[in-house]
């Protein structure tokens, strides 16, 4: 039985983008799930484009998603080096082989001191593959001109490294984008020439904004590179979640899925061949159940970091009290921050529809009740605020939603807004019948 052993190549051009990072997550779900090999190599050989701090940025970042890997640069393995940049002496040596073969020739440039390799495209040559998601397709030699194959630099291009590479690593399947597809025919050219076994390819969705349009640095609404995931405060595993469901329709009827469900899974006949749609609501839904399930103890401990960023100095109670209140309603960490920002530091203003509401509901006078009943109060917490509540319930014709619209109104100068026992309570008492005095002064 074939041995699974599948890679993913990232290049340190920039950040680690959703599409490439759920590229990684195939790889490493379809490892996991038919006990193969996940490795990591990195292609550096686009020297002018690569970015200092980048390739230990995406590994972060990788890790981060809890993506694991068997091989790589950081942590090497039998079939390095990992980097094609520490790899040159490979892609000389079978270049050599290609040029005595006469499969390949040298092109001298003007001054013929400086000269590239290009590969001798075979004539009337049908290059046919079956894709794992796809099915067959092919390319006709007639369509592909002799290809650079070493730059003047002595630096291999792109579809030479990686099919040098693929072999030499034992690559059995390789996954990757939809916009890889027109490369495969090249890279099998490689494998020919040198009688090597062509790996099992499978070319993954393209993903599309919400307008079904192709993802681009104009789509404000997506967040597109896994580092900002990380500075709001998304919970890796939720999405991790939502990639793994991104091009790929497991046979289950849920959205929510522990890791070990996504690889029991991750079947290789489920792969979606149409373009994925980024849907944001359904990456938000993913988060906030992550969020509502984790331990509360948990959920403060990694909210006081966003609290701190803010510079918003509170206590340990006071905030635990926060992020329970919140708790259900954000679909990100920040968003409480914004949530305590909006509802307890923001100043207030009295809306006309507020006092159109209390005049509709003659409810002035429950109004003036209730700030005796609060006032009263010796101890002022969420269990006596919902006592005080069902008493001014008991006093009042106006029965309801309409009853406690009235009350958040009166109380918090809002129409809508969190549990409010536990709000008028965080608040506080003075705030809460200073509120009260500016609804019955008007």
């Keep these: 039985m074939q041995k699974i052993r599948v890679r993913y190549a990232p290049s340190p051009t920039g950040f680690l983008h959703i599409g490439n990072a759920r590229t990684a997550l195939f790889n490493y779900l379809f490892a996991a799930r038919y006990q193969g090999e996940f490795i990591i ?4 050989t686009d020297l002018e484009r690569n970015v200092a701090d980048s390739e230990k940025k995406q590994l972060e970042q990788l890790n981060w998603l809890g993506i694991k890997w068997t091989e790589g640069p950081d942590i090497g393995g039998s079939l390095g080096p990992y980097r094609q940049s520490e790899r040159l002496t490979f892609y000389q040596k079978y270049t050599q082989i290609l040029l005595e073969k006469k499969l390949a020739y040298k092109e001298y440039q ?21 894709d794992l998601i796809r099915g067959s397709l092919s390319f006709d030699s007639k369509e592909i001109e002799d290809w650079i194959i070493m730059k003047e630099n002595g630096y291999p291009t792109y579809n030479y490294a990686v099919a040098i590479d693929d072999h030499l690593m034992a690559i059995s399947h390789v996954f990757r984008g939809e916009e890889h597809i027109t490369n495969t025919p090249k890279q099998m050219m490689i494998y020919q020439a040198f009688g090597w076994e062509i790996p099992t390819f499978a070319h993954i969705s393209l993903i599309l904004n919400e307008q079904k349009k192709k993802l681009s640095k104009r789509d404000k609404n997506v967040i597109q590179f896994i580092e900002k995931y990380m500075i709001l405060g998304y919970v890796p595993e939720a999405l991790f979640n939502f990639l793994f469901l991104l091009g790929f329709a497991p046979k289950s009827n849920k959205t929510i899925f522990s890791l070990e469900e996504m690889v029991s899974l991750f079947d290789k006949t489920r792969f979606i061949k149409a373009p994925a749609i980024f849907d944001v609501p359904k990456l ?55 949530l305590y920002q909006s509802f307890f530091v923001e100043p207030k203003e009295v809306k006309e529809e507020f006092l159109t509401f209390i005049k509709e509901n003659k409810g002035f006078n429950l109004v003036q009740i209730l700030y005796n009943i609060l006032y009263k109060l010796e101890n002022f917490d969420s269990v006596n605020i919902k006592e005080s509540i069902t008493i001014l ?4 014709s106006l029965k309801g939603k309409n009853l406690f619209i009235l009350i958040r109104i009166a109380s918090t100068l809002q129409m809508n807004g969190p549990h409010l026992p536990i709000y008028l309570e965080l608040l506080g008492k003075e705030t809460v019948l200073k509120n009260i005095q500016t609804i019955l002064s008007l």
Aim: aromatic share 12%; glycine share 0%; net charge positive.
């Design 41 to 44: 190599r990195i292609e550096d």
């Design 110 to 130: 003007n001054d013929n001191s400086k000269y590239v390799v290009r590969f001798k495209v075979p004539a009337e040559t049908k290059y046919e593959f079956k």
């Design 284 to 338: 938000s839904f993913i988060n906030s159940q992550y969020l509502k399930k984790m331990p509360l103890v948990d959920l403060v401990s990694q909210t006081a970091v966003f609290f701190n960023q803010a510079k918003i100095v509170i206590s340990q109670e006071k905030l635990t009290k926060i992020v329970s209140l919140f708790q259900s309603r954000i679909s990100y960490l920040a968003e409480t921050v914004r």
């Design 393 to 396: 319930e008991q006093r009042s």
